[in-house]
């Protein structure tokens, strides 16, 4: 492993473990009555995820002020609604999965039933810890309308109807791009908006970012399609080979896995460019542009 | 039917035609891309539903203020939040219910994925549509946390899991409350506190509504659990029998029907009692009450 590598991995370790401790404060008890619903809460939220949307918040916001910590509690909300989309995608209605981040999904082990609602449970206590936050007034309520946006009817969920809609069906570059777009890359970019906005960041550089995370949040999704052809369960923590079996719209069953490769590539490289005038700030981004591009899981 | 009963089914009838015009207008279209889901979020919004929870916040605050149009939009939001549960407890996981409202279930129409999705995009677009109401800014706070507390882990969802955990069991007296306070009372007294807040009523008043919405909704669950038993699909909209099919924890399996009846009569009374004060002017609410214990659907 290279040294770049390697500094990146302890740092992502110790930025995942703080993280980890925020949400653990403010996640209800597994203890807690009624104890099912407490437990599935927790079995997917603490399954080992890479925390990848929280550490892109905290490392924007690292652009601009070193006083980190502040922006934890938000990061733990975003890995909250990731988590809540992750089990709703894995249930039999969605994609059916029974594996996720290399543990068995919520469903298989607590029942689709406690999992639809662990599911639901998680983004009312995702809004509910925002409308709670203890945050200047005005950039509360721009993240809730954001986030209450980007996660629902004309985002996140657009994405995943298309998605679905799209199964079988030989799908335009357009209707690809549509899926990826709302499916994955907002919830890249809504991480790097928000250590945006906490960070008071001036607008040319909300601008810039916004374009970095756009570039970004695309070459994740293409390198995940080429990962569920590549991958092993092993490495990926979640069943390989799925988008193929079920005939899913993806960047090589479009555009053919060298091009993938090539567009994933290139979309790394002019992420990295617009990150050059934060020079050595960038230094952990610029690692993980990288890691994005050739990660193993 | 008696003159009592035509007045309250006018005046429902109206408030419900306001209502729904404001849901209307601020729901996406039908026709929005993708079509899939802003059809299936219109299946069930627009089934013809009795708007009992919109119908209760205006007429609270009627209590106090003639201007009643200014809680439509706030009154809309809890119709959404309401129809979100119905349609992921029809789903095959939790109830498996092919009615709703007189109609097909929307996973029965748009298929359980859909179905899954499109209660999750009414959940995110109620917060984001309180998210942007234009009302002062501390009540929008306190309705944004309320809210989301109420219809999380520790309310709703708490309901619902006992609920699922309780088939096919014996359940003590004090876990059939459990269930019903969480599933259906908190959703009959957010509508009479949120009335509360928006008329800006004195908090003793908010203390005795507060009761008064307690009371009234164990009623209507205990109502609802012997219609259950008792009414037909075409009165309730709805299976019938089904809580029996499937041993649901209800009033009439650990009180007998007869006992039930003479709760939720008593509670009415005592309901009704609480609104003694205000006259005239809780005659809809009166009304509301008696409707609550003698409605065949």
């Known amino acids: 492993m290279s040294k770049k590598r390697m500094l990146l ?15 653990d404060r403010f996640l209800p008890r597994k203890d807690e009555y009624p104890k ?11 399954a080992g995820g890479k925390r990848l949307r929280p550490y892109l ?9 070193d006083d980190i910590e502040k922006t934890f509690y938000i990061a733990g909300i975003l890995e909250m609604i990731h988590t809540y989309t992750l089990i709703h995608d894995d ?6 999965d029974d594996y996720r981040r290399g543990r068995k ?9 406690i999992a639809l609602l662990a599911g639901d449970a998680l983004l009312s206590y995702a809004f509910n810890a925002l409308a709670n936050a203890e945050i200047d007034h005005r950039l509360k309520y721009q993240m809730l309308a954001e986030l209450s946006e980007e996660t629902g009817h004309s985002g996140l ?17 357009k209707t690809l791009n549509f899926i990826h777009n709302n499916k994955t890359a907002r919830m890249i970019n809504i991480p790097v908006r928000f250590g945006c906005y906490m960070a008071n960041a001036p607008a040319e550089d909300q601008k810039r970012l916004a374009k970095f995370s756009q570039k970004l949040g695309l070459a994740f999704q293409i390198v995940d399609d080429i990962l569920d052809i590549e ?12 988008d193929e079996k079920s005939h899913k719209a993806t960047f090589p069953s479009v555009y053919g896995l060298e091009r993938s490769r090539k567009m994933a590539s290139e979309l790394i490289e002019s992420a990295k460019e617009l990150l050059q005038k934060y ?19």
């Open 231 to 242: 991958g092993s369960k092993a490495t990926l923590g979640k069943s390989p080979g799925k």
């Open 9 to 23: 991995k302890k740092d992502m370790k110790e930025k995942r473990e703080l993280i980890n401790i925020e949400i």
């Open 105 to 113: 999904s919520c469903h298989v082990v607590y029942g689709s039933d």
């Open 157 to 173: 969920i657009a994405g995943q109807v298309v998605d679905i809609e799209s199964e079988n069906k030989k799908v335009s570059q």
């Open 57 to 65: 918040m905290t490392n924007t916001y690292k652009l601009f002020r």
């Open 279 to 297: 020079d050595e700030k960038a230094k952990l981004l610029l690692m993980l542009c990288d890691f994005v591009l050739t990660r193993k899981f």
């Open 36 to 46: 099912q619903i407490h437990k599935a809460i927790r079995h997917t939220l603490f």
């Open 91 to 96: 249930l039999p209605e969605i994609d059916n």
